[in-house]
């Protein structure tokens, strides 16, 4: 196994991406993250483990991850995210892979507007309510009326 790092993380830059591939990590800063930025050979350092686990205690242990594997690193929390690469059998699955969804609701006029097919459901179930509660409510109505 192989850890390429660009010249701004061995300078000392936080590191922001582990992204692994054909059996070698590439370490990435959070500047040059956001600018995209290509480089050539001279600007790719081969680091060793301990540098980096002096840089990142909790990576220790973590690296042995498969091939197209990323790890994300949020120095505010501490956290670390080991995101492998997802499997599917070749079915389109367009829709998104989040693992978290703190913030998810459900609006019913948004669902309307977007499903304008799926109308005649929630209309035909209202009117059934409707007709239920007329005859319902005369049912119970009229003895009421007739004993009092």
Known sequence: MKILATKTVVEGSQINVLHKEN??????????????????????????????????PNLKGKLNQKDKTTINIDYTTGEISINPQHFHFGIPTHGV?????ANAGFNLLHYLTVTKSNYKKPITILLGLLVCAFFLGWFFYIPFVLYQ
Do not use: G
């Not at 990590?25 to 540098?51: A, C, G, H, P, T």
């Not at 892979?97 to 969804?101: D, E, H, I, S, V």
């Open 23 to 56: 059996d070698t990590w590439i370490l990435i800063s959070k500047e040059e993250f956001n600018e995209s930025i290509e480089y050539d050979e001279d600007n790719i350092f081969v680091i060793e483990e301990e540098y980096l686990y002096s840089r990142i």
């Open 97 to 101: 892979k989040a693992t978290r969804q």
